[in-house]
C-alpha cells in the first residue's frame, strides 16, 4: 500500500533540548481515555518527594520502581526503557530522598539528618500506602533496583500483605561477598588486560571488602571505576548511559536536567558505606511473590550471589530470570526482555495466578 508521508516529516531537524524534548513528550504523551499521566511532588517522610506516574489503563496493577544509587534516579531515563511497561502496569518512578528532582526540591541541610536506611523504607511504605489509596488497589508491585532492591526486600519481608510480588532487579543480598567478588574480577581483568593503571590503584586499596570492616568510600569509589571500566556495569560498555538519557527527559527542566544525578555523591556520602556492609543473606522467608531479575554479567552486585540466595528462598511463588546481555542496568540493557519477563511472570500475580 503506497501511504503519503505528513508534512510534518519533511521539517528542519530539531536544534535544542526544548525542541527534542518537546517531540518526545508528544510521542509519550498518555492519550487513552482511561489512561493516567501525573508528575508531581508528594509529602512523604517530611519532605516532598517527586513521582511521575504513567499508564495507559488506571485499572492495570501498579509498578513501583525503587531507583538505586543511593541517590541516582531512573525517571530520567523512563521516556525510552519503561514506556512499553505502561500498556500493562500503572508505573511509578520515584525520585528518593537525597535524589533527582526531590533533592532538587530541598534544603540538603534539612534532609541530612534523616538520611538513614530505615527512613528510607518507611518512605517507601509511605508511598505504598499513598498509590493504594490513590488507585483504590489493595496491592502493588514493588520492583527494587541495587540500592533500591535493599530497600524493597526490607519492605516486602516486613509488609508482604501490600504487594503482589516483591521484584528485585540487581539484587543485593549478601554485600560484602559481592563487593569481594565484584573486586576480585575487576583485579582479574585489570591483568589480563595489562592495564597496569588500573592493576595498581586496585592493588592499592588491598584488602578490599574485609569482613567484620565497613569498606571506606574512597576504596569503593577506585573499585566502582575499574569494575565500571571492564564491564560491571553494563555488559557491553564502560559506562553508564543514564546520564545521556536524562538531557532528553521530559520530566525534567533544562536546569533539572543538568544537575540531575547532583544528588548521587552527596547521598553516598551517608549512605553507602554502611549498606555495602549489609548481609541479608539469611533472610530466606518471604511472604509475598519473588521475582528476581538477574544480568549475567553483573558485578556491581553480583548476580551469583543472588542465584546463590534465590535458590534457598522460600516464598509462595518464586521466579529467576537471567538477562544474558546485561549487567547491572537491565533497564536500560534490556528494556524488552524486562517488559516480556514482567507481563509474563509478574502480571498474571495481579489477578491470583500462581
Same mark, same amino acid.
Request: with cysteine; hydrophobic share 40%.
Given at each position: 500500500?503506497?501511504?503519503?508521508?505528513?508534512?510534518?516529516?519533511?521539517?528542519?531537524?530539531?536544534?535544542?533540548?526544548?525542541?527534542?524534548?518537546?517531540?518526545?513528550?508528544?510521542?509519550?504523551?498518555?492519550?487513552? %481515555?482511561?489512561?493516567?499521566?501525573? &508528575?508531581?511532588?508528594?509529602?512523604?517522610?517530611?519532605?516532598?518527594?517527586?513521582?511521575?506516574?504513567?499508564?495507559?489503563?488506571?485499572?492495570?496493577?501498579?509498578?513501583?520502581?525503587?531507583?538505586?544509587? %543511593?541517590?541516582?534516579?531512573?525517571?530520567?531515563?523512563?521516556?525510552?526503557?519503561?514506556?512499553?511497561?505502561?500498556?500493562?502496569?500503572?508505573?511509578?518512578?520515584?525520585?528518593?530522598?537525597?535524589?533527582?528532582?526531590?533533592?532538587?526540591?530541598?534544603?540538603?541541610?534539612?534532609?541530612?539528618?534523616?538520611?538513614?536506611?530505615?527512613?528510607?523504607?518507611?518512605?517507601?511504605?509511605?508511598?505504598?500506602?499513598? +498509590?493504594?489509596?490513590?488507585?483504590?488497589?489493595?496491592?502493588?508491585?514493588?520492583?527494587?533496583?541495587?540500592?533500591?532492591?535493599? #530497600?524493597?526486600?526490607? &519492605?516486602?519481608?516486613?509488609?508482604?500483605?501490600?504487594?503482589?510480588? !516483591?521484584?528485585?532487579? *540487581?539484587?543485593?543480598?549478601?554485600? %560484602?561477598?559481592?563487593?569481594?567478588?565484584? &573486586?576480585?574480577?575487576?583485579?582479574?581483568?585489570?591483568? @589480563?588486560?595489562?592495564?597496569?593503571?588500573?592493576?595498581?590503584?586496585?592493588?592499592? #586499596?588491598? /584488602?578490599?571488602?574485609?569482613?567484620?570492616?565497613?569498606?571506606?568510600?574512597?576504596?569503593?569509589?577506585?573499585? @566502582?571505576?575499574?569494575?565500571?571500566?571492564?564491564?560491571?556495569?553494563?555488559? &557491553?560498555?564502560? $559506562?553508564?548511559?543514564? $546520564?545521556?538519557?536524562? @538531557? +532528553?527527559?521530559?520530566?525534567?527542566?533544562?536546569?533539572?536536567?543538568?544537575?540531575? !544525578?547532583?544528588?548521587? *555523591?552527596?547521598?553516598?556520602?551517608?549512605?553507602?558505606?554502611?549498606? +555495602?556492609?549489609?548481609?541479608?543473606?539469611?533472610?530466606?522467608?518471604? *511472604?509475598?511473590?519473588? #521475582?528476581?531479575?538477574?544480568?549475567?554479567?553483573?558485578?556491581?552486585?553480583?548476580?551469583?550471589?543472588?542465584?546463590?540466595?534465590?535458590?534457598?528462598?522460600?516464598? /509462595?511463588?518464586?521466579?529467576?530470570?537471567?538477562?544474558?546481555?546485561?549487567?547491572?542496568?537491565?533497564?536500560?540493557?534490556?528494556?524488552?526482555?524486562?517488559?516480556?519477563? +514482567?507481563?509474563?511472570?509478574? @502480571?498474571?500475580?495481579?489477578?491470583?495466578?500462581?
Amino acid at each position: 500500500m503506497l501511504a503519503l508521508f505528513p508534512a510534518t516529516a519533511a521539517e528542519p531537524a530539531t536544534s535544542s533540548r526544548g525542541e527534542s524534548v518537546g517531540l518526545i513528550r508528544e510521542l509519550r504523551r498518555i492519550v487513552a %481515555p482511561g489512561g493516567v499521566e501525573r &508528575y508531581e511532588h508528594v509529602r512523604i517522610g517530611g519532605i516532598d518527594q517527586f513521582v511521575s506516574i504513567r499508564g495507559q489503563d488506571r485499572a492495570n496493577p501498579v509498578l513501583l520502581i525503587v531507583h538505586g544509587g %543511593p541517590g541516582f534516579p531512573t525517571s530520567g531515563i523512563a521516556w525510552w526503557a519503561t514506556r512499553g511497561l505502561e500498556e500493562y502496569f500503572t508505573v511509578v518512578h520515584w525520585d528518593q530522598r537525597g535524589a533527582g528532582k526531590t533533592f532538587l526540591a530541598n534544603d540538603p541541610a534539612t534532609v541530612a539528618p534523616t538520611m538513614q536506611p530505615e527512613r528510607f523504607i518507611d518512605d517507601t511504605g509511605e508511598l505504598v500506602d499513598w +498509590l493504594r489509596r490513590e488507585f483504590r488497589q489493595d496491592k502493588v508491585f514493588l520492583l527494587g533496583t541495587s540500592w533500591g532492591s535493599y #530497600i524493597g526486600l526490607e &519492605y516486602a519481608l516486613r509488609h508482604p500483605e501490600r504487594l503482589h510480588a !516483591y521484584i528485585g532487579m *540487581g539484587q543485593a543480598v549478601d554485600s %560484602p561477598e559481592s563487593e569481594r567478588r565484584g &573486586y576480585a574480577e575487576a583485579l582479574e581483568r585489570a591483568r @589480563r588486560a595489562g592495564n597496569h593503571q588500573a592493576v595498581a590503584e586496585l592493588e592499592s #586499596i588491598a /584488602p578490599y571488602a574485609r569482613e567484620g570492616e565497613p569498606i571506606p568510600l574512597e576504596k569503593i569509589i577506585v573499585e @566502582r571505576r575499574w569494575s565500571d571500566h571492564f564491564g560491571g556495569v553494563m555488559a &557491553y560498555r564502560p $559506562g553508564q548511559v543514564d $546520564g545521556i538519557a536524562v @538531557r +532528553l527527559s521530559p520530566e525534567y527542566s533544562d536546569d533539572e536536567a543538568a544537575r540531575a !544525578y547532583e544528588g548521587n *555523591g552527596w547521598s553516598q556520602e551517608f549512605l553507602l558505606s554502611d549498606v +555495602l556492609g549489609v548481609d541479608l543473606g539469611e533472610r530466606t522467608r518471604l *511472604g509475598c511473590p519473588l #521475582i528476581v531479575l538477574a544480568g549475567r554479567h553483573d558485578r556491581t552486585v553480583n548476580s551469583q550471589v543472588a542465584h546463590e540466595w534465590f535458590e534457598r528462598v522460600e516464598a /509462595p511463588y518464586k521466579h529467576f530470570e537471567w538477562f544474558e546481555h546485561s549487567a547491572h542496568e537491565i533497564l536500560a540493557e534490556e528494556p524488552g526482555k524486562l517488559l516480556l519477563t +514482567l507481563v509474563q511472570r509478574a @502480571r498474571p500475580l495481579a489477578e491470583g495466578a500462581p
